[in-house]
Every structure is written in C-alpha cells, then in structure tokens.
C-alpha cells in the first residue's frame, strides 16, 4: 500500500487498511531512521535479534520492550543518557545510499547537504514539566515541526474551527508543547491567532482586554485558567455573543467542569458554547481533539493520526496489548518522527474506554480514537496521597469530586500536618469559591458526603472564598499553571497535579522551578 494514502486519506479508511500501512510505514521507519541512526535502539535490536523485516503486523509490536520517561532521564554514570535518544544520522552512510546518490545528480550536492539539514538537525526544542524530575528536553528537527504544523491542522479540522474564526491562545507561553503546538496550529489551519502567553505573561486584565477587542470565536487554554478569566468576565458584565468553543488543553476535564464552563458561557452570551478536550504529551510531539458533540451525548474521544504514530492500549499489569474498548495504559510508537525518538513509550496515562475503530458517530470520520476519561497511573504515588488519614486516596477521582459537585467554582485542597507536627495527623482542608445562594452550611454538607462517599475521607476544614481570594489561592496570574493542590506538610515534597501529558498537553505543568514559586503564593495567601 502506498503511504501517501495513509497521509492523504487518514480520516476516512477502514481499519484493515490503517493497520496494515502503519505496519508497512513502521518497517521502513526502523530501516531508513531508526535502526542505522539511534543509538539507543540499534543497541537494543542488536541484542534481541530483532531488524525491521521482523515486523510483519502490528502484534510483533510487542516484542520491543516498553520505553519509559525514566529511560530518558539522565543518571550520574550515564549523564547524557537523553541524547543515546536522538536520531544522529551519519553523513557517509547517507551519502552511499542510492536513492540520495540519485538525487545528487538530479539537483546537486548543495541540495542534498540542505536536505538532510532540514529532515536530521535539531532546530527546536520542548521540554517535560513533571516536577518529579528534571524537564527532558525534547528534540525537534524542520521535518518535525512540520509534523507539528500537520497535527494542528488537523486538530482546527476536528475541532470544526473555520478559516473567518479568530482563535485567543490564553496557554503559557513557555517552551511546552501545547503552547506551540496551538501557535501552528493557528498558522496552518489560516486563522487570524492572538497568543497572550497566558495569566503570567498578560495577566487577568490584560486577557480579558483581548476578549473585549479581538472578540474570539474559540479560546484554548488551561481549564483553570480559562474557568478564572471568565468568572471574572461575568463579574465584570463582559458580552461575548460571538464565542462558540472553548478548547482545554493541560487537565483532564470532567463533566462537572465543562457544565461550569457553559453555564458561565451564557452569562457572557455565548449560546451553545462547545467544550472540547485535547489531549497530548511532550514525548509524542503531537496532540488529538475531541470533535464537537451534543451536550447531553457523551465525548467522542480523541481522534489521533493514523499516518504519524501508533497508539497501543494495553494491560497496565502484563504489558500486553488489549483488544478495541478494553480499558488500559496509553503506549505511543512515532512513525516518521526524527530528533528525539521513543518507541513504544508507556505514557502513564489510562483510558477507561479503550481504543476503537469505529466511525466517529458525531463527524463521521474513520479514524482510531482513544474514548472515556483518561488519567494518570501517577494519581496516586506522586501526590503523596497515600497516607491520608490511613485511606488511600486518587486525586484523579478526587478531582472529578470537587469539578462536579454543584454550588461550588473554583477550589484547591491543601495538605496539613495537625499543629504543623511532622509526626502528627494529617489534615485536609477544601478552600471553595461559591457560586449561588446556596447556604454555606448545605454545601459544607454536600462537599463533605461526596468526599466520603466517593473517597472515604472527609474533609476537617471546608474553607469558603470569594473569586479574588480564590485567584490568589491558585496563583493566577502569576504561576504557568494554577495549583489545585497545595502540600503545606512539614518536609513535603512538590506534588503534581496532572500528567506530564500535555495537550496538549498537552497536555502540561510547571517545571520544578516554577513548583518552588506556587509554594511561596499558596503559603502566603492560605488560610
């Protein structure tokens, strides 16, 4: 089968047809790219035996071990481990190659020279925002970004946006995926862009004056922040007639959440208001998007791009691959990526829907696409969760809690030690923005029976604030990413709120620089 048919047509072929020209792109990949330039991979099917003829469907898949983020970490005895990552092409083998042989004579050497700049020289770079660790950076070459520019026009086709639409970029501006991952999506999709690099760049006031003068058809940005900008927009008495989508990248989103978001997107006029999820990460070096869907039908799931990788569902506990709508870890395998290259990489993340082939029943295109919520395996471990007041707790789970409990906006939970004693117990306390009349004591009440409920805690302090004091909390305005979870105990260690994912995202969170900061704001304005 011809690749370009996978490239052209990769929203409307059956799943025979995919599988089969990703499994014919996949050999190629390894035998032109990966094996001859990556150190790391070539040592590696070195010692299992393997070549890229060993790939006959994608089943043989499984006989390439997993990669993980802690692959790409560097370790005192192997201090540039990260760059064994990156595709280092070899001129002279390069050049015996007939095909580049042929092209010489066609269109000279000066020719060939430019192109293997573009295809193999890093010119770009993005780094991970976990704060269990130092960012990795991310590589990418002209051939790259290219591939960054495709991925964001897609994502504008799916999301439904059109060439008139103005689109407000209100994500961080910081070296993240999704923040540039949106820029070119605007300059290839031709929509008329306005990047404001967020609360820390332009800050609340200066965001919301973008609304009112650049009057957006679609926002994208982190769901907290965008929650924060237009509470504060209804406040303020803002119109935004014209506004029909809101795009969140960087948190998983609930449905609680994205009824919140449309309830305020009345408020400021904006009927039928779609909120649509990404999702991403910085290893993948490409993001996915829900399609537009009826409010009271559920997501579609994100649709990924069959012609630019492969992504695998499997069983977190065994490792093996899982058949279409079986809930499992997101594994994610390039099929034309250059600069830095990771296969088969376990992301960390779970979808509880799985993986299907269907038809999209919203848009109709033919594509595989990742259905039901998405959250981290990392939930638990690295937010210290699990010693809470002897209960194990998933702050995927709880997140989904507090986003969908009514009478409430924005929140944080913030970790204590009783009396600030290291050996004492633990104390959680909910600090809630209200968002009715409701009386305080009821959704004291409310908050406290879901959280046992659901989680089997319950709560010492339920702590209420207004929007100004709830803004302070979070650091918006002032931090990349708002915390919705702050840890005050005594020696506690920097906790996560989302993935490294990002949407992407994206799919994405502070580095540890900017955890040391959030920890100065919250301990300030609490309590």
């Known amino acids: 089968m011809k690749w370009n048919v996978l490239q052209n047509?990769?929203?409307?072929?059956?799943?025979?047809?995919i599988r089969r020209g990703q499994v014919g792109r996949l050999r190629n990949y390894l035998r032109r790219v990966v094996l001859p330039f990556s150190a790391h991979y070539r040592r590696l099917f070195e010692q299992l035996g393997l070549s890229a003829d060993s790939f006959g469907s994608l089943e043989d898949l499984q006989r390439v071990p997993f990669t993980t983020k802690f692959d790409l970490m560097n370790t005192p005895e192997q201090p540039q481990r990260v760059r064994d990552f990156i595709v280092t092409p070899d001129p002279p083998a390069l050049a015996r190659r007939p095909s580049i042989i042929l092209r010489a004579l066609l269109h000279g050497r000066q020719a060939v020279k430019d192109g293997f700049e573009a295809e193999f020289r890093p010119s770009f770079m993005t780094f991970t925002t976990g704060r269990s660790a130092e960012p990795t950076p991310v590589l990418y070459t002209q051939r790259d970004v290219g591939h960054l520019a495709t991925a964001g026009r897609r994502m504008v086709e799916v999301l439904g946006a059109r060439p008139e639409d103005r689109l407000l970029n209100i994500l961080p501006f910081a070296p993240h995926l999704a923040f540039w991952l949106t820029h070119y999506a605007g300059i290839a999709g031709n929509l008329l862009t306005l990047s404001s690099g967020g609360g820390k760049v332009m800050g609340t006031e200066g965001n919301l004056r973008h609304i009112r003068k650049f009057k957006p058809d679609?926002?994208?940005?982190?769901?907290?922040?965008?929650?924060?900008?237009?509470?504060?927009?209804?406040?303020?008495?803002?119109?935004?007639?014209?506004?029909?989508?809101?795009?969140?990248?960087?948190?998983?989103?609930?449905?609680?959440?994205?009824?919140?978001?449309?309830?305020?997107?009345?408020?400021?006029?904006?009927?039928?208001?779609?909120?649509?999820?990404?999702?991403?990460?910085?290893?993948?070096?490409?993001?996915?998007?829900?399609?537009?869907?009826?409010?009271?039908?559920?997501?579609?799931?994100?649709?990924?791009?069959?012609d630019l990788g492969i992504l695998e569902v499997v069983d977190p506990q065994t490792g093996r691959p899982l058949p279409p709508g079986?809930?499992?870890?997101?594994?994610?395998?390039?099929?034309?990526?250059?600069?830095?290259?990771?296969?088969?990489?376990?992301?960390?993340?779970?979808?509880?829907?799985?993986?299907?082939?269907?038809?999209?029943?919203?848009?109709?295109?033919?594509?595989?696409?990742?259905?039901?919520?998405?959250?981290?395996?990392?939930?638990?471990?690295?937010?210290?969760?699990?010693?809470?007041?002897?209960?194990?707790?998933?702050?995927?789970?709880?997140?989904?809690?507090?986003?969908?409990?009514?009478?409430?906006?924005?929140?944080?939970?913030?970790?204590?030690?009783?009396?600030?004693?290291p050996h004492d117990l633990d104390e959680i306390i909910l600090h809630v923005q209200k968002i009715d009349g409701t009386d305080e004591?009821?959704?004291?009440?409310?908050?406290?029976?879901?959280?046992?409920?659901?989680?089997?805690?319950?709560?010492?302090?339920?702590?209420?604030?207004?929007?100004?004091?709830?803004?302070?909390?979070?650091?918006v305005g002032k931090l990349l990413k708002e915390q919705k979870l702050v840890d005050h105990r005594p020696q506690a260690t920097p906790v996560t709120t989302?993935?490294?994912?990002?949407?992407?995202?994206?799919?994405?969170?502070?580095?540890?620089?900017?955890?040391?900061?959030?920890?100065?704001?919250?301990?300030?304005?609490?309590?």
């Not at 047509?9 to 047809?17: A, S």
């Not at 004591?441 to 004091?469: D, G, K, M, Y």
């Open 441 to 475: 004591t009821q959704v004291s009440e409310q908050l406290s029976r879901r959280c046992v409920e659901h989680l089997e805690i319950r709560p010492n302090r339920i702590v209420f604030h207004n929007a100004f004091e709830m803004r302070r909390l979070q650091g």
């Open 218 to 306: 679609v926002i994208i940005g982190i769901p907290t922040f965008i929650y924060h900008l237009l509470h504060q927009a209804a406040e303020q008495g803002m119109h935004c007639e014209n506004l029909k989508a809101l795009v969140l990248a960087g948190e998983k989103v609930s449905a609680g959440l994205r009824q919140k978001l449309r309830d305020l997107g009345r408020e400021l006029g904006a009927r039928d208001l779609a909120v649509l999820a990404t999702y991403g990460f910085t290893e993948a070096k490409l993001a996915w998007a829900e399609c537009p869907f009826p409010h009271d039908q559920p997501s579609p799931g994100y649709h990924l791009y069959p």
């Open 326 to 421: 079986q809930a499992g870890e997101i594994v994610f395998t390039p099929l034309d990526a250059r600069g830095t290259v990771v296969l088969r990489y376990r992301t960390g993340d779970y979808t509880d829907g799985g993986l299907t082939y269907e038809p999209c029943p919203y848009c109709g295109r033919s594509v595989p696409r990742l259905v039901g919520n998405i959250s981290r395996s990392s939930g638990i471990k690295e937010m210290n969760l699990d010693k809470i007041k002897g209960t194990l707790v998933d702050f995927n789970e709880l997140e989904h809690v507090l986003d969908d409990a009514p009478h409430i906006g924005a929140w944080q939970v913030e970790l204590r030690k009783a009396n600030d004693d």
């Open 498 to 527: 989302s993935s490294d994912s990002a949407a992407a995202s994206p799919t994405e969170e502070p580095s540890s620089q900017d955890s040391a900061e959030s920890t100065e704001v919250t301990e300030e304005t609490s309590g």
């Open 9 to 17: 047509r990769w929203h409307q072929l059956p799943e025979t047809i």
